[in-house]
């Protein structure tokens, strides 16, 4: 189991761009708050300057006219962009040039540069269609919290993280639907830092599946004692520790038949037995972050959804 300018064409360096000539449009994959969204922003068109006022003739047969504006200078290979999957130059004008690099199939543009693919898990669901980049549900926050209604608290969005202070509590918009073929198992992966990483606390994290109407995870944070992970099904919990949790940044729990068993950094570190664990098909998953009641003090960076081997 495991856990994304434009009617002439020329042809040059084996891929079609565009003349200079026109204005140029680039799509960009904007990314609102994990949300991959397409958003197409306007380039800067081809500069067309003409030439300047002819000056006012003197008096007499003197006057003369004034002298036409000069063409700006656009310098050549100013940056980088993707075009059509590769990385091209673009000079200071916005204007595409000569290819940059060729990305293979199992690369994608980013920024201007081929980078690799995720290998992505099989099965993976993810969440109302929000993917920031590969195989997350998100990734960057940026200007909203895409996924997720807030029950309580004021949660907030700070370096492109999910920073949970206080009595907040979260929920999944929408649920994550579960293919049959996952016989009833999924993953939650969690990219998390304490906000106090010499006085860590603990976490909770707790599973319902008693129901298929209510299966769900719910990710807490807990004060009282340090480095501790608490493991929690259907109202039964046990504690596990120490764990070095200011260094620890990927946690993992997986429902596996009646067990749930957590993993941290991709190691095997605990294991709790559910008991009252439903018979029949899970076809969705609630996931919920934080405590109406309990005070949390932790930030999230990704949340990735699973299923099957």
Same mark, same amino acid.
């Given at each position: ?157 700070? /370096?492109?993280? @999910? ?6 509590? +979260?929920?999944?918009? %929408?649920?994550?639907?579960? &293919?049959? #073929? ?78 749930? /068993?957590?993993? @941290? ?6 294991? +709790?037995?559910?008991? %009252?664990?439903?018979?029949? &098909?899970? #076809? ?26």
């Amino acid at each position: 189991m495991k856990a994304m300018k434009l009617e002439t064409i020329v042809q040059q360096s084996g891929k079609p761009i565009l003349s200079a000539i026109l204005p140029i449009f680039t799509a960009a994959l904007a990314y609102n708050a994990g949300c991959s969204a397409v958003t197409f922003m306007e380039g800067n068109p081809t500069p067309q300057n003409e030439g300047g006022n002819g000056g006012n003739g003197g008096s007499g047969t003197g006057g003369q006219g004034g002298n036409g504006g000069e063409a700006p200078q656009c310098t050549p290979h100013a940056k980088l962009d993707c075009f059509q999957g590769d990385a091209y130059w673009n000079n200071s004008c916005n204007q595409l040039e000569d290819l940059f690099q060729h990305c293979t199939a199992a690369q994608k543009c980013e920024n201007g540069a081929c980078v690799d693919k995720y290998n992505c898990p099989k099965n993976i669901d993810l969440v109302a269609d929000c993917q920031e980049q590969g195989c997350q549900l998100y990734d960057a926050f940026k200007n909203d919290i895409c996924l997720w209604d807030v029950i309580t608290g004021i949660p907030s969005v700070m /370096n492109e993280k @999910l920073a949970v202070t206080g009595t907040n509590l +979260l929920e999944l918009k %929408n649920k994550v639907n579960v &293919p049959a #073929n996952c016989n009833n198992d999924f993953a939650v992966k969690y990219t998390v830092q304490t906000n106090t990483p010499d006085v860590p606390g603990s976490y909770m994290i707790s599973l319902r599946d008693a129901s298929p109407d209510s299966t769900g995870i719910t990710f807490t944070h807990m004060y009282g004692q340090n480095n501790k992970i608490i493991l929690q099904c259907n109202g039964f919990q046990e504690t596990f520790g120490d764990f070095d949790l200011k260094n620890i940044k990927n946690i993992e729990v997986r429902k596996e038949g009646a067990l749930f /068993n957590l993993y @941290l950094e991709n190691k095997p570190s605990a294991s +709790l037995t559910c008991t %009252n664990v439903t018979p029949f &098909p899970i #076809n969705k998953v609630d996931l919920q972050l934080g405590s109406a009641v309990f005070s949390q003090n932790f930030t999230l960076d990704d949340v990735t959804f699973y299923c099957g081997q």
